[in-house]
C-alpha cells in the first residue's frame, strides 16, 4: 500500500533560496508519532545518540525498514517518503542537514581522478534499498567524534551568523561530504559482494545518474558527465544506454519533465518559469518534449489534474537505480 504524507517545504525549514541551508536538532521518543513526509530538499541525517527502525518507501511504493543507531548517517532524497518507527523503549537524537546541492563548491572536486570524493552524494542515494539502507554508512567512534565536530561547527555558524557565514558552511558542507565519501568508499566492498555494485564502469554511471538527478536544473554537456564517469564520451554513453534503456539526453529529458509534473501540481507558478527552473532555456522546446512524454501540453496537464482533484505530492524521485 502506498503511503500519502505531508511535504516539509523550503520556507517552512528555512532552506532560503539565497542561501539553501538548514540545520535542526530533534529528540524522538514513542510519545509523539512521526508521520510519514518528504522534504523539498536534501536532508542528511546523522544519528547522535539512540536506535530506532527507519521505514522508508521507494518510488515503487514497496516499504524498507532498517536499524539505525548512534553513528548512523544517510541521506534522503527530495520527494522520498519516510518515517521512524519509535517503540516505547526506544529515543533517538538526531541532527538534520536542510539543504540544496548548490550549497557544496563542486568547483573543489571537478578533476576525473577526484570524482570518486563524492560517491556518498551521487552515489550512495541512489542505491537500491537494501543496499542504501541495508548498509548505511555507519561511523566508529572516532569517525563519530569528526564528523560530529564539523556538524557542530555547521551548527555554530549558522546560529551565529557571524562575517562570512555562509562561505564556511560551504566549505565545511564541502569537507563533510568529501569526509563521508571516503568512508563510503571503504564500504563499497560490501556492495560488491551483494552484487549490486557488478563492476566499477557500472558504478561510475551510478554517478553519472546521481549527477543528473542533483544537477538537472543546470546546463549539462557530454563531456561533463564523461569526466564524472571517467570514461570516454563514447563508451559513456554506451554503458549509460545499457544500464538504463535510455540515451543520456532522453533520460535527462524524462528526469526534468517529471519534476515540471511536480511543480505543475504544487506550485502556481508560471508554465514559464517552471520550464527555466527545471532545466529548459526555450518554452516551445520544454512544451514539445513535455507533450510527447506526457501525451498533453502543460497547460492541459495542470487543469485536467485540478478538475479530477488529483494535486498532492508528487515530489517522488525518477530516478530507480536497482532496475
Same mark, same amino acid.
Given at each position: 500500500?502506498?503511503?500519502?504524507? !505531508?511535504?516539509?517545504?523550503?520556507?517552512?525549514?528555512?532552506?532560503?533560496?539565497?542561501?539553501?541551508?538548514?540545520?535542526?536538532?530533534? +529528540?524522538? /521518543?514513542?510519545?509523539?508519532?512521526?508521520?510519514?513526509?518528504?522534504?523539498?530538499?536534501?536532508? +542528511?541525517?546523522?544519528?547522535? /545518540?539512540?536506535?530506532?527502525?527507519?521505514?522508508?518507501?521507494?518510488? @515503487?511504493?514497496?516499504?524498507?525498514?532498517?536499524?539505525?543507531?548512534?553513528? /548512523?548517517?544517510? +541521506?534522503? @532524497?527530495?520527494?522520498?517518503?519516510?518515517?521512524?518507527? #519509535? *517503540?516505547?523503549?526506544?529515543? &533517538?537524537?538526531?541532527?538534520?542537514?536542510?539543504?540544496?546541492?548548490?550549497?557544496?563548491?563542486?568547483?573543489?572536486?571537478?578533476?576525473?581522478?577526484?570524482? /570518486?570524493?563524492?560517491?556518498?552524494?551521487?552515489?550512495?542515494?541512489?542505491?537500491?534499498?537494501?543496499?542504501?539502507?541495508? @548498509?548505511?554508512?555507519?561511523?566508529?567512534?572516532?569517525?563519530?567524534?569528526?564528523?560530529?565536530?564539523?556538524?557542530?561547527?555547521?551548527?555554530?555558524?549558522?546560529?551565529?551568523?557571524?562575517?562570512?557565514?555562509?562561505? *564556511?558552511?560551504?566549505?565545511?558542507?564541502?569537507? %563533510?561530504?568529501?569526509?563521508?565519501?571516503?568512508?563510503?568508499?571503504?564500504?563499497?566492498?560490501?556492495?560488491?559482494?551483494?552484487?549490486?555494485?557488478?563492476?566499477?564502469?557500472?558504478?561510475? &554511471?551510478?554517478?553519472?545518474?546521481?549527477? %543528473?538527478?542533483?544537477?538537472?536544473?543546470?546546463?549539462?554537456?557530454?563531456?561533463?558527465?564523461?569526466? #564524472?564517469?571517467?570514461?570516454?564520451?563514447?563508451?559513456?554513453?554506451? +554503458?549509460?544506454? $545499457?544500464?538504463?534503456?535510455?540515451?543520456?539526453? =532522453?533520460?535527462?529529458?524524462?528526469?526534468?519533465?517529471?519534476?515540471?509534473?511536480?511543480?505543475? %501540481?504544487?506550485?502556481?507558478?508560471?508554465?514559464?518559469?517552471?520550464?527555466?527552473?527545471?532545466?529548459?532555456?526555450?518554452?516551445?522546446?520544454?512544451?514539445?518534449?513535455?507533450?510527447?512524454?506526457?501525451?498533453? !501540453?502543460?497547460?492541459?496537464?495542470?487543469?485536467?489534474?485540478?478538475?479530477? =482533484?488529483? &494535486?498532492? @505530492?508528487?515530489? &517522488? $524521485?525518477? %530516478?530507480?537505480?536497482?532496475?
Amino acid at each position: 500500500m502506498s503511503e500519502k504524507g !505531508s511535504v516539509f517545504t523550503a520556507s517552512e525549514h528555512n532552506v532560503r533560496e539565497g542561501f539553501p541551508f538548514a540545520i535542526s536538532h530533534w +529528540i524522538h /521518543d514513542a510519545d509523539k508519532e512521526i508521520l510519514w513526509h518528504s522534504h523539498e530538499f536534501i536532508e +542528511i541525517v546523522f544519528i547522535v /545518540d539512540g536506535s530506532t527502525t527507519h521505514v522508508f518507501q521507494a518510488p @515503487n511504493s514497496s516499504k524498507f525498514e532498517s536499524k539505525v543507531s548512534k553513528g /548512523d548517517i544517510f +541521506i534522503i @532524497n527530495p520527494g522520498e517518503l519516510h518515517t521512524y518507527k #519509535i *517503540l516505547k523503549d526506544e529515543r &533517538i537524537e538526531v541532527i538534520n542537514m536542510l539543504f540544496y546541492s548548490n550549497i557544496v563548491d563542486w568547483t573543489l572536486i571537478r578533476d576525473a581522478e577526484k570524482m /570518486d570524493l563524492m560517491d556518498f552524494f551521487y552515489v550512495q542515494p541512489f542505491l537500491p534499498p537494501e543496499a542504501r539502507f541495508g @548498509n548505511v554508512l555507519k561511523l566508529n567512534k572516532e569517525e563519530a567524534v569528526f564528523a560530529r565536530q564539523m556538524v557542530e561547527n555547521l551548527a555554530y555558524e549558522y546560529k551565529n551568523k557571524k562575517n562570512n557565514y555562509k562561505l *564556511l558552511i560551504k566549505l565545511i558542507m564541502t569537507q %563533510l561530504i568529501v569526509v563521508l565519501s571516503r568512508m563510503f568508499a571503504e564500504q563499497m566492498t560490501v556492495y560488491s559482494s551483494l552484487g549490486l555494485v557488478k563492476t566499477l564502469k557500472i558504478e561510475n &554511471i551510478h554517478r553519472v545518474l546521481g549527477y %543528473l538527478e542533483r544537477h538537472y536544473s543546470e546546463d549539462i554537456t557530454l563531456e561533463q558527465l564523461a569526466k #564524472i564517469s571517467i570514461s570516454s564520451e563514447r563508451q559513456m554513453t554506451r +554503458i549509460f544506454k $545499457s544500464i538504463t534503456g535510455e540515451t543520456i539526453f =532522453g533520460y535527462l529529458h524524462k528526469l526534468r519533465i517529471e519534476k515540471a509534473k511536480s511543480l505543475l %501540481l504544487v506550485t502556481d507558478n508560471k508554465i514559464s518559469d517552471i520550464c527555466t527552473a527545471v532545466g529548459f532555456n526555450d518554452i516551445s522546446f520544454f512544451n514539445k518534449v513535455f507533450k510527447k512524454i506526457v501525451g498533453v !501540453s502543460p497547460k492541459d496537464y495542470r487543469t485536467s489534474k485540478a478538475q479530477t =482533484g488529483s &494535486i498532492k @505530492n508528487e515530489f &517522488i $524521485s525518477t %530516478l530507480d537505480m536497482g532496475r
